[in-house]
C-alpha cells in the first residue's frame, strides 16, 4: 500500500497546493488593502491590484529554500517517511477548509497560525507528546499575543499624536505644510526598517547595509538619521508640488505602507501555502530514488529547493485570491469594525455585545476626534481618513519589522487589525452612539476567534493525520470527501448569513467591486442582532 500512498499523496499534496494558495489570499493578502480601501485612497480594485503586483514580486524575490519544518515545531526525524507525508497532506485537508470558513464570515485569521498549529496537532497526534518543540510553540504564542498588544498600543500613541497635531485637516495646505513633513518622515522612517528587517532582508545587499549601517552605528540613532533626512526630503517634496502634493500626501504614506507590507507578505509568507506540498513531493521524490527506503526524512523535508518560475506561480496563486467575494467580505468586515461611521453592517454572538455593552457605558461619551463621516464623490462611505490609513500601514510595517529582526514569528494579520482598533480608539470611533456595542462586539469575537482557530487547527489536524495514516489512499478519499461536506455546509451557511446581515448589500455595486451603501438607517437595537431594514 506504501508504493501507491506516496505518490497519490505527493501528487494530491500539489494539488491542494494550488488551493491553499488561493485560500490565503482570500483571508490573509486581502487584509494589505484594509486601510487604502477604508479610507478610499484607491478604489479596491485598483489597491488590490497593485498590492497583488507586490504580493508576485515579493513571492519571486523569496528565497529558493523553504523551511517546511517551520523552525523547528516537531522533529522529522523521529517519523517514517508515510508518518511525514500523512502530517504534510493532513495540513492542506484542514487549512483549505478552515481559512475557507473564516474568509466566507468576513473574519480575518493568521495563516501562519494555523498553518503552525495545523502542524503541532498532526504530530502530535501520530507521534507523541515528545517529539514537539514546546519551548519554540510557547514563543509563537507568546510572540501573537505580544504583536497585537504593542500594534495596539503604538497606533494608538501614534494616531493619538498625529491627530493633536494635524486634527481632521490632512488636506489643507497650510496644516500639511507645517505637520506633513515630520510625520510623513516618521511614517516613511518605518516603512524602511521594516523593509531592511522584514521585506528585503534575504537580499545580499541590504545584509550588507544592514551590517555596516544599522549593526556599526545602533538602530536608534540610524533611524534618527533617517527620520531627520526623509522629514527634509518630504519637505522639499512639498514646496515644489503645492496644493496638490499637501493633498495627496498622507494617499501617498498609505499606498507606500500598502506595497511594503504585500511585497513583504509575498516573500516571506509564501512558505504558509506551499511549503507542505513541496515537502510532501520532496518526500515523494527521495522515496523512489532510494527505493521506498528513505531514511533522511528531517533532511529531505526540512529544507525543498524550488524554481523561481514555481515561486511566481505561487505568488499568482495568491494573488488571484485576493479578487474573489470572500476576500471582499474579509476587507467589508474588518473596516467595518473600526468605522468612523455610527451605523454599520457587520455580525457578533450576542454575548460579545453584551460584554461590549459593559466596556462603552459611561455617563457621557467623549467627542471624537475622527473627521466627520462623510462619503466619496461615488457615494461610498469614507471609513477613515488618509491619514489614519497611513499610520495603519505604518505601525504595522514598524511591530512586524521589530519582531521579525529579532526572530519572532508574528502575524500580518493580527499586526494590521489592532492597528486599525488602536487608532480607532485613538480617534474614539467606539463611543456610546450608534453601533458602537456592535463594532466592539465584533472585535471580541475576532480576537476570541484567533485563539479559538489554534484549538481547532490542533483537534482537527491531529484526527485526520490518523485517518490518513491509518487508511492509506482510502484515508485520503474519506479527508477530502469530508473536506468538501464541510466546505459545501460552511459556504451554505455563510451565504445564508451574508444575506441576513447584510441586507442591502449588492444592491448596487461599485467601481471597485465592492456594494455601495445606502444611506444611513436607525441604529439597531443594542444586544439584537437584527439587520435594519
Wanted: proline share 4%; aromatic share 10%.
Amino acid at each position: 500500500m506504501l508504493e501507491y500512498f506516496l505518490p497519490v499523496a505527493a501528487f494530491l499534496g500539489l494539488g491542494m497546493l494550488i488551493w491553499d494558495c488561493v485560500e490565503v489570499g482570500r483571508n490573509d493578502a486581502c487584509n494589505l488593502v484594509n486601510a487604502v480601501f477604508g479610507a478610499r485612497a484607491l478604489k479596491r480594485n485598483i489597491a488590490v491590484t497593485i498590492a497583488a503586483v507586490a504580493v508576485v514580486l515579493g513571492a519571486t524575490a523569496g528565497s529558493p529554500v523553504i523551511d517546511t519544518a517551520r523552525q523547528g515545531m516537531f522533529d522529522p526525524s523521529l517519523m517514517t517517511v508515510q508518518m511525514a507525508m500523512a502530517i504534510y497532506i493532513s495540513v492542506y485537508f484542514v487549512d483549505t477548509v478552515m481559512l475557507y470558513g473564516f474568509s466566507a464570515f468576513g473574519m480575518p485569521v493568521s495563516t501562519t497560525a494555523c498553518l503552525v498549529f495545523e502542524l503541532i496537532g498532526a504530530a502530535l497526534f501520530l507521534t507523541g507528546f515528545h517529539n514537539i518543540d514546546w519551548p519554540r510553540a510557547t514563543t509563537v504564542v507568546t510572540a501573537i499575543v505580544v504583536s497585537i498588544v504593542i500594534s495596539g498600543i503604538a497606533s494608538f500613541m501614534c494616531m493619538r499624536m498625529f491627530r493633536g497635531a494635524i486634527r481632521e485637516r490632512t488636506q489643507d495646505h497650510e496644516a500639511v505644510m507645517t505637520h506633513g513633513p515630520w510625520i510623513a518622515g516618521l511614517i516613511m522612517t518605518g516603512l524602511a526598517w521594516f523593509l531592511v528587517f522584514k521585506g528585503l532582508r534575504g537580499l545580499e545587499a541590504v545584509k550588507v547595509l544592514k551590517a555596516q549601517v544599522f549593526d556599526a552605528y545602533g538602530e536608534p540613532i540610524t533611524l534618527l538619521f533617517i527620520w531627520a533626512g526623509m522629514t527634509l526630503v518630504t519637505h522639499v517634496f512639498l514646496v515644489l508640488t503645492g496644493r496638490w502634493g499637501t493633498r495627496y500626501l498622507f494617499h501617498a504614506m498609505a499606498v507606500l505602507g500598502m506595497v511594503a507590507m504585500a511585497f513583504a507578505f509575498g516573500q516571506n509568507d509564501l512558505a504558509n501555502c506551499a511549503a507542505p506540498g513541496l515537502a510532501a513531493f520532496s518526500l515523494w521524490r527521495g522515496a523512489v530514488a532510494e527505493g521506498h527506503a528513505l531514511t533522511d526524512v528531517a533532511g529531505m523535508a526540512a529544507r525543498v529547493n524550488i524554481p523561481m518560475w514555481a515561486l511566481f506561480a505561487c505568488g499568482v496563486l495568491m494573488a488571484s485570491g485576493m479578487f474573489t467575494p470572500y476576500a471582499q467580505r474579509v476587507t467589508r468586515a474588518a473596516v467595518n469594525t473600526a468605522s468612523q461611521f455610527d451605523q454599520v453592517d457587520l455580525y457578533a454572538p450576542k454575548w460579545c455585545k453584551a460584554l461590549a455593552r459593559l466596556m462603552v457605558r459611561r455617563p457621557a461619551a467623549a467627542p471624537s476626534l475622527a473627521p466627520v463621516p462623510a462619503r466619496d464623490e461615488r457615494g461610498k462611505k469614507i471609513h477613515f481618513d488618509t491619514l489614519r490609513a497611513a499610520v495603519i500601514t505604518g505601525i504595522s510595517a514598524g511591530v512586524i519589522a521589530y519582531a521579525s529582526g529579532r526572530g519572532l514569528p508574528v502575524s500580518t494579520t493580527y499586526v494590521a487589525f489592532a492597528a486599525i482598533l488602536g487608532t480607532g480608539i485613538s480617534d474614539r470611533v467606539f463611543t456610546t452612539r450608534g453601533d458602537s456595542e456592535l463594532k466592539i462586539g465584533r472585535a471580541i469575537w475576532v480576537v476570541t476567534c484567533w485563539f479559538i482557530a489554534p484549538v481547532i487547527s490542533i483537534v482537527a489536524t491531529g484526527l485526520i493525520v490518523l485517518l490518513v495514516y491509518h487508511l492509506a489512499i482510502w484515508g485520503m478519499v474519506a479527508a477530502m470527501s469530508l473536506n468538501m461536506l464541510v466546505r459545501w455546509l460552511i459556504k451554505r451557511r455563510s451565504d445564508q448569513h451574508e444575506s441576513i446581515y447584510h441586507l442591502h448589500h449588492g444592491a448596487h455595486d461599485g467601481e471597485d467591486g465592492m456594494p455601495l451603501e445606502e444611506p444611513e438607517q436607525e441604529a439597531t437595537p443594542a444586544g439584537e442582532g437584527t439587520p435594519r431594514p
